[in-house]
Nanobody
């Protein structure tokens, strides 16, 4: 059984920062590709940032240079990822979801709300 638990969302003013965390629980023997998605009201879910098992990262253009995805490098926590979000804008407001693919199965967290407002 795979579970993803996100945390770190909240209310922040424009220009502020937040750090999201995602812990994948289960019996893992390897490191998996993981990512952060977001979905704003009335919009489709989009990939915000991804990190491969090798540590390669990719970002949607709108967050490049402001957001950083990283992985916990502790031996027993390699399927824990973070999303450091700086210089937040109102258009970054959304529910952020953690995602992992294991044996062709998609797993999602419950989501964490990010609100950017003055």
């Amino acid at each position: 059984q795979v579970q993803l638990v996100e945390s770190g969302g909240g209310l922040v003013q424009p220009g502020g920062s937040l750090r999201l965390s995602c812990v994948a629980s289960g019996h893992f023997f390897v490191t998996y590709d993981m990512g952060w998605y977001r979905q704003a009201p009335g919009k489709q879910r989009e990939l915000v940032a991804g990190i491969t098992r090798e540590g390669n990262t990719n970002y949607v253009e709108s967050v490049r240079g402001r957001f950083t995805i990283s992985r916990d490098n502790a031996q027993n926590a390699k399927n824990t990822i973070y999303l450091q979000m700086n210089s937040l804008k109102p258009e970054d407001a959304a529910i952020y979801y953690c995602h992992i693919v294991i044996s062709s199965h998609d797993y999602w967290g419950q989501g964490t709300q990010v609100t950017v407002s003055s």
